[in-house]
């Protein structure tokens, strides 16, 4: 009992094991579910968080891991065992309403990769209609192409996008159809060949696929970015950034025109006390991007120092006519813009 305290004091004394103020705000800016494959949680997954936080994504990213290890053969039961794979998507479908009712203005996104994508139809189609996700992203889901989505699609906002190589052979074609998708049907995966419309479908149904259905297949250029159109191409930092990064920042309504991320980065840190918020700095866990009065601020501040240096090398005039000159030009350019 004793070691046991001694443990757990410095986390209780630090905050460690209570939530931060910053974890609840990146909440309610809203939540990202990364589901992994059959494999579990591994370096591929943890690299489609990494690549979210480098395009930019606000809310919270966790990872949703929906496999349990069970010996050698634990990756065919996380495939093959439907009864298993539906009690994960319960307790994922719970964990998506209480984040809805906690936070009802956050929008939730789910990005599923390989055999995560069964998990994350079968959860999506467990919600109320009234507390739908925003959106929903596959990476080469290993679920038939013949799958319905109709009850999924009903219940987002946005849609589900579908990423699919036709170069993933050795998983999503002979692998599905040897040991079987996680629907259990042996043939190629969606995420090889697309989504098909389903035979009994309605008039309705097909406005719905067309509607909210994107499918992306995949483009050399995307090579580019880190993805050679294999099975673990598409959780690479860089590809995820560029691509899907900005369906999440709501700033593209389809990912076959990307926003580029800026190639030059620049780190600032604000002063002490300052007021730190998307109006005065752009946030990621690695880089603060100045923009609008912070910026503005940051070129007079080298204006000034540049006109101290060359007034004190005696290159100018003297330092206080020269920082005279710039305050009074920098007010013609303000008046200027604002129409006054």
């Not at 959780?235 to 076959?256: N, Y």
Request: with cysteine; aromatic share 8%; proline share 6%.
């Amino acid at each position: 009992m004793q070691l046991r305290f001694f443990i757990f004091a410095p986390l209780l004394l630090t905050g460690c094991i209570a939530p931060t103020p910053y974890a609840d705000a990146r909440r309610r800016t809203g939540m990202v579910y990364i589901l992994p494959g059959i494999e579990g949680r591994s370096p591929a997954n943890e690299s489609i968080a990494r690549g979210l936080v480098l395009g930019g994504v606000l809310g919270e990213v966790k990872i949703f891991d929906w496999t349990t290890w069970t010996g050698t053969l634990g990756w065919y039961i996380h495939l093959a065992d439907v009864e298993r794979n539906k009690i994960q998507a319960t307790r994922l479908a719970r964990a998506i309403v209480r984040h809805r009712k906690r936070h009802p203005d956050g929008p939730v996104y789910l990005i599923a990769h390989s055999g995560g994508a069964e998990i994350a139809l079968s959860a999506t189609e467990l919600l109320p209609r009234s507390l739908p996700v925003e959106g929903v992203v596959l990476l080469a889901g290993a679920v038939s192409p013949q799958r319905d989505l109709t009850d999924a699609l009903q219940r987002t906002r946005r849609g589900i996008w579908n990423f699919h190589s036709p170069y993933d052979v050795a998983f999503l074609v002979l692998g599905t159809a040897i040991f079987g998708t996680s629907d259990r049907q042996h043939c190629s995966a969606a995420g090889a060949v697309g989504f098909e419309l389903p035979g009994h479908a309605t008039e309705e149904t097909a406005r719905l696929y067309a509607r909210r259905l994107f499918q992306i297949r995949y483009d050399w250029s995307m090579a580019r970015d880190g993805n050679p159109g294999t099975h673990s191409g598409w959780t690479h930092p860089r590809f995820v950034a560029k691509w899907l990064a900005p369906i999440i920042r709501d700033q593209v309504s389809r990912p076959a025109r990307p926003v580029i991320p800026a190639t030059r980065k620049r780190r600032f840190q604000p002063r002490t006390g300052a007021r730190d918020s998307r109006t005065e700095f752009y946030r990621s866990d690695l880089t603060l991007l100045p923009c609008g009065d912070a910026a503005r601020r940051i070129r007079r501040q080298r204006q000034w120092s540049r006109a101290a240096r060359d007034a004190r090398h005696g290159k100018t005039k003297p330092v206080s006519r020269q920082l005279h000159s710039a305050a009074t030009l920098t007010h013609r350019t303000r008046t200027r813009s604002s129409g006054g």
